[in-house]
């Protein structure tokens, strides 16, 4: 059984900078794709980012290149999803999402996380 736990949400000021993590377990013979979304009450949720299964392509939507930056470490099963100059509109619960297919996984892959609570204020 595949499991995803994501960590490092919480209230941070506009501006500052935070660090997601999601471990994957459960299947310590591969090393899957994983991708970050981000979902607010009423709204889609939002594909922000992913990686391939050892880290060599990392994919990224429009509306978070160039502030927000995944990583894999050491090529292991923990993916950081580091996000610097947070604004308001970042404020949303943040998922992990992991497949077999880099593909799969930027449009939602097989499984999610909880999600952690990111909240950022003006």
């Known amino acids: 059984q595949v499991q995803l736990a994501e960590s490092g949400g919480g209230l941070v000021q506009a501006g500052d900078s935070l660090r997601l993590s999601c471990t994957v377990s459960?299947?310590?013979?591969?090393?899957?794709?994983t991708g970050w979304f981000r979902q607010v009450p009423g709204k889609e949720r939002e594909f922000l980012a992913a990686?391939?299964?050892?880290?060599?392509?990392?994919y990224y939507s429009d509306s978070v290149r160039g502030r927000f930056t995944i990583s894999r470490e050491g090529g292991g099963s923990t993916v950081h999803l580091q996000m610097n100059s947070l604004k308001p509109e970042d404020t949303a619960v943040y998922y992990c999402?992991?497949?077999?297919?880099?593909?799969?996984?930027?449009?939602?892959?097989?499984?999610w996380g909880q999600g952690t609570q990111v909240t950022v204020f003006s």
């Open positions: 459960g299947h310590p013979f591969t090393n899957y794709a």
């Open positions: 990686i391939s299964g050892y880290g060599g392509y990392t």
């Open positions: 999402s992991a497949d077999a297919s880099s593909q799969t996984v930027q449009t939602g892959g097989r499984y």
